[in-house]
């Protein structure tokens, strides 16, 4: 079977050719484990860190040896745990890229192929889309009157947070994004009331334009200087949810931005961080929620796509680049065999 590896240790920003498919034995089946087929493989910023062995100590793979390391939803092909049978469609955070992987069975977590197209548990359903829900539902509260901003709004996070925040009764939404093309997919397909696109000139204008009685809630994404701005909008006892820096996943330093601290202070602000791995346990409750949403056209979503592991590195440079518009999705194999 194919398994995509690095070539070499890195430790700068990943690009393609840091990448190389091999050919691997088919993994086989430990006790109380399973063997699944692989069918598709999310692409998330947070593997490039990792590999460089920038993301919450997790090591990074051996080169030519281990799998690059990601989410996968795939089809149970070999059981030998009781709470799993042969076709069972899964998601299983610990995957990676290879066409077969063979996992304890407390990894996999059971789908249902019928609630949303098979790739939505890679992003809206998956990891992205439960951080969204996390911040927004669980941390932040969102509801009737509040005004939410969220930068990288194109993304899979970004894109959600606005949309559940709508859903939960936000009286605007606003985001900011890189690019006119990312800019309209986050009006006109998302919904929100307004996007800014950071990289026109006089964007800081029209974000103050945009948001004329301030913000009541800010959900982070990119940067601590992005944060800082969303406070200076922020109205009193505003809360924000600090998400992701992407912008300092491969700088010299990681992420060493100061905080205003008098701004939080005189704001009042609440500020919550947040890491997926809490919300884990309640990843059914949110597909149980969310599904509905997206079968009504509530919660729209985009997928920036490739097919076959061999195109995995072009499209995971162009994620590490902000090049992706949607969630970055590898399809392995065919969903039916
Ligand atoms: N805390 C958690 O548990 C958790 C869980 C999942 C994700 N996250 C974080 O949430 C954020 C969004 O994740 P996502 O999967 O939805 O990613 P994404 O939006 O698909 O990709 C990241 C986006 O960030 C923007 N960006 C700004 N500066 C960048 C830079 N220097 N390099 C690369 N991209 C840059 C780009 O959009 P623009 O062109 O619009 O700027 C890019 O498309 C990330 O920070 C991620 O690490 C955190």
Not at 27 to 44: K, N
Request: with cysteine; charged share 20%; net charge negative.
């Amino acid at each position: 079977m194919k398994l995509g590896t690095l070539r070499h240790a890195i430790d700068h920003k990943p690009v393609a050719e840091d990448f190389t498919i091999i050919e691997a034995e088919r993994p086989a089946c430990s006790e109380d484990g399973l063997v699944v087929r692989v069918v598709h493989l999310s692409l998330d910023p947070y593997v490039g860190s990792r590999l460089r062995g920038r993301h919450m100590g997790e090591p990074a793979p051996t080169p030519m040896e281990g799998a690059i390391p990601g989410a996968v939803i795939g089809q149970v092909v070999e059981s030998r745990a009781s709470k799993f049978a042969e076709g069972d469609w899964v998601h299983v955070m610990e995957g990676g890229w290879q066409e077969f992987i063979a996992i304890p069975s407390a990894h996999a977590r059971k789908i249902d192929p019928k609630v949303a197209p098979l790739a939505a548990h890679a992003g809206v359903l998956g990891m992205p889309g439960l951080t969204a829900w996390s911040g927004i539902s669980q941390l932040a509260k969102v509801g009737n009157g509040d005004t939410v901003l969220v930068d990288a709004a194109a993304g899979p996070v970004g894109g959600t947070v606005g949309q559940i925040a709508r859903i939960k009764g936000a009286d605007r939404v606003v985001g900011i994004a890189g690019g006119p093309e990312k800019c309209s997919l986050v009006t006109e397909t998302y919904g929100f009331d307004a996007c800014i696109d950071y990289k026109a000139e006089g964007w800081r204008d029209r974000l103050a334009d945009a948001l004329p009685d301030g913000l009541s809630v800010f959900f982070e994404n990119v940067s601590a200087d992005m944060a800082m701005l969303a406070l200076t909008h922020a109205r009193t006892y505003a809360r924000g949810v600090l998400c992701g820096l992407v912008d300092a996943y491969h700088t010299e330093t990681q992420s060493q931005h100061p905080l205003n601290a008098g701004l939080i202070i005189g704001k009042r602000a609440q500020l919550f961080g947040l890491v997926v791995y809490d919300f884990y346990p309640r990843w059914d409750e949110y597909v149980a929620e969310a599904a509905p949403w997206i079968a009504s056209g509530q919660l729209k979503f985009s997928e920036d796509r490739a097919d076959g592991l061999e195109n995995a590195p072009a499209l995971f440079e162009r994620l590490m680049n902000g090049q992706n518009k949607g969630k970055a999705v590898v399809t392995v194999s065919a969903e039916q065999v």
